[in-house]
Nanobody
Framework: VQLQASGGGLVQAGGSLKLSCAVS????????MGWFRQAPGNQRELVAT???????NYAGSVKGRFTISRDNAKNTVYLQMNSLKPEDTAVYYC??????????WGQGTQVTVSS
């Protein structure tokens, strides 16, 4: 299984970014996927999830600002991030939500929000 996240960058507060994560080696369309993030000195946290049929859930800190989506034909999950805040600065990763199915963490993609 490979997870390749991309789309991060440097953006000013209030700006937007869209992250992508290409997934290979699994029957993607049935998998419950999540976006996670880890800021320096902090534990990795789950910020958004999406089931195989498109049901979504969000951490309180990003609800209303972030949107998770997926394209099963492309084996890709996305994270649209709007109204970014400096506290959103972190390395963002995608992975399977289930801990028993969790794949090896990829390198992630760095998101830096300047104030």
């Amino acid at each position: 299984v490979q997870l390749q996240a991309s789309g991060g960058g440097l953006v000013q507060a209030g700006g937007s970014l869209k992250l992508s994560c290409a997934v290979s080696g699994r029957n993607f369309r049935v998998e419950h996927m999540g976006w996670f993030r880890q800021a320096p000195g902090n534990q990795r946290e789950l910020v958004a999830t999406i089931t195989g049929i498109g049901s979504t859930n969000y951490a309180g800190s990003v609800k209303g600002r972030f949107t998770i989506s997926r394209d099963n034909a492309k084996n890709t999950v996305y994270l649209q991030m709007n109204s970014l805040k400096p506290e959103d600065t972190a390395v963002y990763y995608c992975n399977f939500v289930s801990t028993t199915k969790r794949a090896k963490w990829g390198q992630g993609t760095q998101v830096t929000v300047s104030s």
